[in-house]
Nanobody, 125 residues
Framework: QVQLVESGGGSVQSGGSLRLSCAVSGYTVRFYCMAWFRQAPGKEHEGVAT???????TYADSVRGRFTISRDYTKNTLYLQMNSLKPEDTAMYYCARVSSRRYSSPARFPDVNYWGQGTQVTVSS
C-alpha cells in the first residue's frame, strides 16, 4: 500500500526557513519521480519542485533559488528545504509521486499518481 506522509509545516516570519519531509512507504523513492505541490486558498494546485529518478530537478520560477528538493534513500523520504520564505509562500504543501518522464518544468496536477495529505505553511510579514 502506497503512503506519503508530510511533516514539517508551521508558522514562520518572512525571511525564515522550514524543511518539509515526506515519508514514503509502499515503494522506493529513488526509482520514481517525486514532486512538491502547494495550494493556497482559492487557487489551483501549483507545482513547486520536481525531482526525477536520475536526480534532475526543476523549480517554479517563484521559488527557484530559495527552495531545494532532495531525497534520502536510506530513510525513503523526500524533502523540501524552504529558505527566505515570503508571505506569498503561504499554502498547503503536498508531496506526490508523479509520472515517470522528463521534466523541463515542475510536474502538474495531471502528472500525479499518489498524493500525501498535506502540511500547512504560513508565512507572516
Amino acid at each position: 500500500q502506497v503512503q506519503l506522509v508530510e511533516s514539517g509545516g508551521g508558522s514562520v516570519q518572512s525571511g525564515g526557513s522550514l524543511r518539509l519531509s515526506c515519508a514514503v512507504s509502499g515503494y522506493t523513492v529513488r526509482f520514481y519521480c517525486m514532486a512538491w505541490f502547494r495550494q493556497a486558498p482559492g487557487k489551483e494546485h501549483e507545482g513547486v519542485a520536481t525531482i526525477t529518478a536520475d536526480g534532475s530537478t526543476t523549480y517554479a520560477d517563484s521559488v527557484r533559488g530559495r527552495f531545494t528538493i532532495s531525497r534520502d534513500y536510506t530513510k525513503n523520504t523526500l524533502y523540501l528545504q524552504m529558505n527566505s520564505l515570503k508571505p506569498e509562500d503561504t499554502a498547503m504543501y503536498y508531496c506526490a509521486r508523479v509520472s515517470s518522464r522528463r521534466y523541463s518544468s515542475p510536474a502538474r496536477f495531471p502528472d500525479v499518481n499518489y498524493w500525501g495529505q498535506g502540511t500547512q505553511v504560513t508565512v507572516s510579514s
